[in-house]
């Protein structure tokens, strides 16, 4: 179909808390698979540190979009859109500005009727995601 944007989504874990449990590392061991994939957006945690460097996806895969993943589902305070903002300035030395789209990493998914923050704190993240938004759009208008 024309117009069909295709994308994948890669989670390194919601099913705690605890940051020291979770997958950790960069994505270098998935960059041959990721490069051979036929998708235009390449969603990616990157709203802590356990997923590495921004630039090893970046010089590999700047010619694609980039879900960025830039608030923590798992942790109770939202990001300050100004942190959001910064990350997103690092994505842009790798990505043009119309392809970086704001994301929380892995979103705020539920398991077994346990979801991973309360509603309130995520309606902030997303708040704080919005506002980010709003001064990447004006910067780049």
């Not at 903002?85 to 077994?112: K, S, T, W």
Request: charged content about 25%; some cysteine.
């Amino acid at each position: 179909m024309h117009g069909v944007r295709t994308g994948l989504h890669v989670c390194r874990g919601n099913w705690s808390r605890q940051e020291d449990v979770l997958l950790t590392g960069d994505y270098t061991p998935l960059l041959p698979a990721f490069r051979n994939m036929h998708v235009d957006q390449f969603v990616l945690e990157y709203a802590t540190p356990r997923a590495g460097e921004l630039r090893v996806v970046g010089e590999a895969l700047g010619g694609r979009e980039l879900g960025l993943g830039c608030v923590n589902p798992r942790t109770d305070d939202a990001e300050d859109p100004a942190t959001i903002v910064a990350r997103a300035g690092e994505a842009l030395q790798y990505f043009r500005p119309e392809a970086i789209f704001l994301n929380p990493d892995c979103g705020f998914g539920c398991f077994a009727n346990r979801c991973v923050n309360e509603e309130s704190h995520a309606v902030a993240k997303l708040h704080s995601m919005v506002a980010a938004a709003r001064v990447l759009r004006e910067r780049f208008a």
